[in-house]
C-alpha cells in the first residue's frame, strides 16, 4: 500500500479552511490561558515573585507536565521522528537518559534549589562563589536560551513553509509574538497551565499520526517486519565506538549528561521545581516530567519507523520530493492525511505547541534572570508594582530578541535535533560543572571554578566548531540505508540528492575521509558527548586548579550550600502562601533571599515552634 501512494505526484500543499481552524484553535486556546491566569492574578496581590514562581503553590502534575513541554518543541516534534528513520529505533535509548536525569535531579539537585528558597539557579553560584560567578552564570544562560529558543522559533517556520507553503516570515513572527503575549501577562501560571493543554496537544498530533500511518501500512506486524528487514529494530548497539552518532552508550552516557545540564543547571527547569507547594511535589513533578518525555519520545520515534515502512520503497528525501531530512514529518503527514481535512491543521498544532511551549518557558526564564541576578541592586527600594511592570517588559523585551535570533539563525545551516543539543552541550555543560563543583566537591575555591568553566566552554565550543568544519561520513555516523527504486513519478532531476550525497558533498572527499586521523578523528565524535566532556574537564580542572591555589575550608561554606549539610538543617519545607499573615503552631522556615539586599546571599534558616495558646 505504500508503495501506491509514493508513486503518486504530490499536488501543491496547501490547508484547508478546516485546517487553519485547529490550528487557530490551539493558539486561541493558549492566548485565552494566558489572559485567564492576568485576570486572575489580578484580584489578588501582585509580586514579582508570584510572576515568576507561581507564588510556590504549584502543584505537581501541571508542573511535571510544563517541565516535559519545556524542551518538547518542534525540534523535538520534527528532529525526533527524522533521527528515528534514518538511524533506526535505538533512539528510545534517549528515554533511559532522560530516566537517569530525573533520578540524578530529583536526589541531588532539587534539594538544594528548593530548600534555598531561590528564584533564579544563578543565586546558588553567587552564595558559593560570588558575584562575579553569579554574573558569569546568567550571561552563559542568556546566550545558550537565545540561540536554543532562536532555533526553537525557526525550525517550524522554515519546515512549514517549505512543506505547507504557509508564508515563513508569518508564522515566525506570529508565534514569537504569541509566546511573548501570554508570558508578559500571566508569568509563569500561564506558562505552565499552557504547556499542560500544548503537551495534549502533542500528543494528539502523534497519536493520530501513528495510528494512520500504521492502518496504510498493513498493520503493526506489517510495519515491524519492513523495519526489522531495513534494519530499524536495532536495540543491540552497545558498541563504544564515540564517533557514531547514537548509540546505547550515547544515550546513556552522553544523553545524560545533556539532560542533567538542562534540568540540573538550567534556569528554565529550576524555576518550575521552586513553584511547587512542596519538596515532595516538586519531586513528584519530576516523576511526571519522565513518564511525559518518554510518551513523547517513543511516539515520535515510533512515527519515524511507520515513515520508514511506508516509504520503504521510495525515500522521499532520495526521490527530490524534500530537501533536508527534517521535512520527513510534515511530507508524511501531508501525503497521509489529504483526505482527511482537519488532521494537517492537528499536525501544525503539534509543532507549534512544543514551540509556544518552549518559547514561553525561555521568555520567563530569561526575564527572571536578569531581574533576580542583573538588576536586583538597582531596584533596592522599588515598590512592587514597579517590579511586576518591569519584569513584564523584560518578558516582551527578550521575546522580541527571540525572534531576532531566530531570524539570524536563518542564515545557519544546522540541523535542529543536533543544533539545540549542541547548544546546550556547549553553553550549559560547563555550567553544570560549576553546580557540581559547588555542591558536592568542598575544596572548590573561586579560582577553581572559574578555570574549570572558562576551559570546559572553550573545549567544547572548539568541538562544536571542529565538527561543523569537518563534519563525519554518514558512514561513519551510522545512517541507515534506504531506496528510491520505486519512485516511478519521483523528480528524477534531484533524485540523486541525498543525505549521503550532500554530507559527502560539505566534507572532504572519501579518500580522505577514510584517512582522517588526530584531531579530524576527535572532532567526528557524537554530539551526544559534547556535554558530558566540557562537564568533566570542568570538575577536573577546577578541582585541581582549587588544589594548586589553596582549597577553601569546608567550616568556611555557609550551611545549606553543600548536599549533604541539607538533612540536617531542615525536615520540611513551608506551604503558606506569602504575604499571609497567618502563623498556626507549625514550625517555619523562611527561606527566601530576597527579602532585602544585604540577605540575598546568606541562608536564614529560623525555627521558631510556637507553643499552643502562646500569644503571636
Not at 478546516?18 to 489580578?42: E, P, R, T, W
Not at 525557526?154 to 519546515?159: F, K, N, T, Y
Not at 550525497?501 to 575521509?513: C, E, I, V, Y
Given at each position: 500500500?505504500?508503495?501506491?501512494?509514493?508513486?503518486?505526484?504530490?499536488?501543491?500543499?496547501?490547508?484547508?479552511?478546516?485546517?487553519?481552524?485547529?490550528?487557530?484553535?490551539?493558539?486561541?486556546?493558549?492566548?485565552?490561558?494566558?489572559?485567564?491566569?492576568?485576570?486572575?492574578?489580578?484580584?489578588?496581590?501582585?509580586?514579582v515573585?508570584?510572576?515568576?514562581?507561581?507564588?510556590?503553590?504549584?502543584?505537581?502534575?501541571?508542573?511535571?507536565?510544563?517541565?516535559?513541554?519545556?524542551?518538547?518543541?518542534?525540534?523535538?516534534?520534527?528532529?525526533?521522528?527524522?533521527?528515528?528513520?534514518?538511524?533506526?529505533?535505538?533512539?528510545?535509548?534517549?528515554?533511559?537518559?532522560?530516566?537517569?536525569?530525573?533520578?540524578?535531579?530529583?536526589?541531588?539537585?532539587?534539594?538544594?534549589?528548593?530548600?534555598?528558597?531561590?528564584?533564579?539557579?544563578?543565586?546558588?553560584?553567587?552564595?558559593?562563589?560570588?558575584?562575579?560567578?553569579?554574573?558569569?552564570?546568567?550571561?552563559?544562560?542568556?546566550?545558550?536560551?537565545?540561540?536554543?529558543?532562536?532555533?526553537?522559533?525557526?525550525?517550524?517556520?522554515?519546515?512549514?513553509?517549505?512543506?505547507?507553503?504557509?508564508?515563513?516570515?508569518?508564522?515566525?513572527?506570529?508565534?514569537?509574538?504569541?509566546?511573548?503575549?501570554?508570558?508578559?501577562?500571566?508569568?509563569?501560571?500561564?506558562?505552565?497551565?499552557?504547556?499542560?493543554?500544548?503537551?495534549?496537544?502533542?500528543?494528539?498530533?502523534?497519536?493520530?499520526?501513528?495510528?494512520?500511518?500504521?492502518?496504510?501500512?498493513?498493520?503493526?506486524?506489517?510495519?515491524?517486519?519492513?523495519?526489522?528487514?531495513?534494519?530499524?529494530i536495532?536495540?543491540?548497539?552497545?558498541?563504544?565506538?564515540?564517533?557514531?552518532?547514537?548509540?546505547?552508550?550515547?544515550?546513556?552516557?552522553?544523553?545524560?549528561?545533556?539532560?542533567?545540564?538542562?534540568?540540573?543547571?538550567?534556569?528554565?527547569?529550576?524555576?518550575?521545581?521552586i513553584?511547587?507547594r512542596?519538596?515532595?511535589?516538586?519531586?513528584?513533578?519530576?516523576?511526571?516530567?519522565?513518564?511525559?518525555?518518554?510518551?513523547?519520545?517513543?511516539?515520535?520515534?515510533?512515527?519515524?519507523?511507520?515513515?520508514?515502512?511506508?516509504y520503504?520503497?521510495?525515500?522521499?528525501?532520495?526521490?527530490?520530493?524534500?530537501?533536508?531530512?527534517?521535512?520527513?514529518?510534515?511530507?508524511?503527514?501531508?501525503?497521509i492525511?489529504?483526505?482527511?481535512?482537519?488532521?494537517?491543521?492537528?499536525?501544525?498544532?503539534?509543532?507549534?505547541?512544543?514551540?509556544?511551549?518552549?518559547?514561553?518557558?525561555?521568555i520567563?526564564?530569561?526575564?527572571?534572570?536578569?531581574?533576580?541576578?542583573?538588576?536586583?541592586?538597582?531596584?533596592?527600594?522599588?515598590?512592587?508594582?514597579?517590579?511586576?511592570?518591569?519584569?513584564?517588559?523584560?518578558?516582551?523585551?527578550?521575546?522580541?530578541?527571540?525572534?531576532?535570533?531566530a531570524?539570524?539563525?536563518?542564515l545557519?545551516?544546522?540541523?535542529?535535533?543536533?543544533?539545540?543539543?549542541?547548544?546546550?552541550?556547549?553553553?550549559?555543560?560547563?555550567?553544570?560543572?560549576?553546580?557540581?563543583?559547588?555542591?558536592?566537591?568542598?575544596?572548590?575555591?573561586?579560582?577553581?571554578v572559574?578555570?574549570?568553566?572558562?576551559?570546559?566552554?572553550?573545549?567544547?565550543?572548539?568541538?562544536?566548531?571542529?565538527?561543523?568544519?569537518?563534519?563525519?561520513?554518514?558512514?561513519?555516523?551510522g545512517?541507515?540505508?534506504?531506496?528510491?527504486?520505486?519512485?516511478?513519478?519521483?523528480?528524477?532531476?534531484?533524485?540523486?540528492?541525498?543525505?549521503?550525497?550532500?554530507?559527502?558533498?560539505?566534507?572532504?572527499?572519501?579518500?580522505?575521509?577514510?584517512?582522517?586521523?588526530?584531531?579530524?578523528?576527535?572532532?567526528?565524535?557524537?554530539?551526544?558527548?559534547?556535554?558530558?566532556?566540557?562537564?568533566?574537564?570542568?570538575?577536573?580542572?577546577?578541582?585541581?586548579?582549587?588544589?594548586?591555589?589553596?582549597?577553601?575550608?569546608?567550616?568556611?561554606?555557609?550551611?545549606?550550600l553543600?548536599?549533604?549539610?541539607?538533612?540536617?538543617?531542615?525536615?520540611?519545607?513551608?506551604?503558606?502562601?506569602?504575604?499571609?499573615?497567618?502563623?498556626?503552631?507549625?514550625?517555619?522556615?523562611?527561606?527566601?533571599?530576597?527579602?532585602?539586599?544585604?540577605k540575598?546571599?546568606?541562608?536564614?534558616?529560623?525555627?521558631?515552634?510556637r507553643?499552643?495558646?502562646?500569644?503571636?
Amino acid at each position: 500500500m505504500s508503495s501506491s501512494r509514493v508513486d503518486t505526484e504530490l499536488d501543491s500543499p496547501g490547508f484547508g479552511l478546516l485546517d487553519y481552524a485547529v490550528f487557530a484553535a490551539m493558539l486561541a486556546v493558549s492566548v485565552a490561558i494566558g489572559l485567564f491566569q492576568s485576570v486572575h492574578k489580578a484580584a489578588g496581590r501582585s509580586e514579582v515573585e508570584d510572576f515568576f514562581t507561581g507564588g510556590r503553590r504549584m502543584p505537581a502534575l501541571p508542573v511535571g507536565m510544563s517541565l516535559c513541554a519545556s524542551f518538547m518543541s518542534a525540534v523535538q516534534v520534527l528532529g525526533v521522528p527524522s533521527e528515528a528513520y534514518l538511524y533506526g529505533l535505538k533512539f528510545l535509548y534517549m528515554c533511559l537518559g532522560q530516566a537517569l536525569n530525573s533520578l540524578l535531579t530529583a536526589l541531588l539537585f532539587l534539594p538544594v534549589y528548593y530548600r534555598l528558597g531561590i528564584t533564579s539557579s544563578n543565586q546558588y553560584l553567587r552564595m558559593r562563589f560570588g558575584r562575579g560567578m553569579q554574573l558569569l552564570g546568567s550571561l552563559q544562560f542568556l546566550i545558550a536560551t537565545l540561540l536554543y529558543t532562536g532555533i526553537v522559533i525557526l525550525a517550524p517556520a522554515l519546515i512549514l513553509n517549505q512543506a505547507t507553503g504557509l508564508n515563513m516570515w508569518a508564522s515566525l513572527f506570529s508565534t514569537g509574538f504569541i509566546c511573548t503575549f501570554y508570558t508578559t501577562l500571566g508569568g509563569m501560571k500561564a506558562v505552565v497551565w499552557t504547556d499542560v493543554f500544548q503537551v495534549v496537544v502533542m500528543l494528539s498530533g502523534f497519536i493520530a499520526i501513528f495510528t494512520h500511518g500504521t492502518l496504510l501500512v498493513g498493520g503493526v506486524s506489517e510495519v515491524l517486519h519492513i523495519a526489522t528487514n531495513g534494519t530499524r529494530i536495532n536495540f543491540n548497539d552497545f558498541g563504544l565506538d564515540p564517533q557514531k552518532r547514537y548509540s546505547f552508550w550515547s544515550f546513556t552516557v552522553g544523553g545524560t549528561m545533556v539532560w542533567l545540564s538542562m534540568y540540573a543547571a538550567n534556569q528554565a527547569q529550576v524555576q518550575r521545581y521552586i513553584s511547587c507547594r512542596t519538596e515532595r511535589e516538586a519531586q513528584w513533578a519530576l516523576f511526571v516530567n519522565q513518564v511525559g518525555l518518554c510518551l513523547i519520545v517513543s511516539s515520535a520515534a515510533t512515527c519515524g519507523v511507520v515513515m520508514f515502512a511506508l516509504y520503504y520503497h521510495c525515500d522521499p528525501l532520495k526521490s527530490g520530493r524534500i530537501s533536508a531530512p527534517d521535512q520527513y514529518m510534515p511530507y508524511m503527514v501531508l501525503d497521509i492525511f489529504r483526505d482527511l481535512p482537519g488532521v494537517p491543521g492537528l499536525f501544525l498544532a503539534c509543532a507549534y505547541s512544543g514551540t509556544l511551549s518552549t518559547v514561553s518557558t525561555s521568555i520567563n526564564a530569561m526575564a527572571a534572570v536578569t531581574m533576580e541576578d542583573l538588576l536586583k541592586p538597582c531596584l533596592i527600594g522599588s515598590s512592587q508594582r514597579k517590579q511586576i511592570r518591569l519584569s513584564k517588559a523584560l518578558s516582551f523585551m527578550y521575546g522580541a530578541s527571540c525572534v531576532t535570533t531566530a531570524t539570524l539563525c536563518s542564515l545557519l545551516d544546522w540541523g535542529v535535533l543536533q543544533g539545540s543539543f549542541t547548544v546546550m552541550g556547549v553553553v550549559n555543560g560547563p555550567l553544570l560543572g560549576a553546580f557540581i563543583l559547588g555542591m558536592f566537591i568542598p575544596a572548590t575555591n573561586k579560582p577553581g571554578v572559574f578555570a574549570g568553566v572558562a576551559v570546559g566552554f572553550c573545549l567544547a565550543l572548539w568541538l562544536a566548531v571542529g565538527s561543523s568544519i569537518y563534519p563525519p561520513s554518514p558512514q561513519r555516523m551510522g545512517v541507515l540505508p534506504t531506496n528510491a527504486d520505486h519512485c516511478l513519478s519521483a523528480n528524477t532531476t534531484r533524485s540523486n540528492t541525498s543525505l549521503l550525497d550532500r554530507s559527502t558533498a560539505s566534507s572532504p572527499s572519501d579518500p580522505k575521509q577514510s584517512s582522517q586521523h588526530g584531531l579530524q578523528d576527535f572532532y567526528a565524535i557524537s554530539y551526544l558527548y559534547f556535554g558530558a566532556l566540557s562537564t568533566s574537564v570542568t570538575v577536573l580542572v577546577g578541582l585541581v586548579v582549587s588544589c594548586l591555589t589553596g582549597p577553601t575550608k569546608r567550616a568556611s561554606i555557609r550551611p545549606g550550600l553543600l548536599w549533604w549539610d541539607l538533612e540536617p538543617k531542615t525536615c520540611h519545607v513551608p506551604q503558606e502562601n506569602l504575604g499571609e499573615p497567618e502563623s498556626q503552631n507549625l514550625t517555619t522556615i523562611p527561606l527566601s533571599p530576597e527579602k532585602s539586599e544585604e540577605k540575598e546571599d546568606i541562608l536564614l534558616i529560623r525555627r521558631e515552634v510556637r507553643k499552643s495558646g502562646s500569644d503571636l
